[in-house]
């Protein structure tokens, strides 16, 4: 038996967010460590929904839910590079 196909459904939608969040905090920009960091961040900010396929959870997610699940995301992702970057060891050069 294999779980390969169980993952977590916000993963997609914060890795994106993280992506386009991230001109806006420059010395993120070019760090994958620190954007995987966000990334952990906010994941763990969100109550995860496991499903095997993309279609399990958008059959029984309505609008307003998948409204609500942007705006979580969103306010995941702010957290998270705050979060970070208040508390990423400065450059000391």
Known sequence: MTFESVHNHHEK???RRIMDTAA???DFAENSQLLADVACVA???LQ???IRHQV???FYTDDHDR???EIAVQEAVVFAFHFVQI???QDKS
Do not use: H, I, T
Request: proline share 14%; charged share 25%; hydrophobic share 40%.
């Open 56 to 58: 399990d959870l958008s």
């Open 87 to 89: 508390r990423r060891p």
């Open 43 to 45: 994941l763990n900010r």
């Open 24 to 26: 806006a905090y420059p």
């Open 67 to 69: 409204a609500q699940l």
């Open 48 to 50: 995860p929904r496991y």
């Open 13 to 15: 939608m914060v890795f």
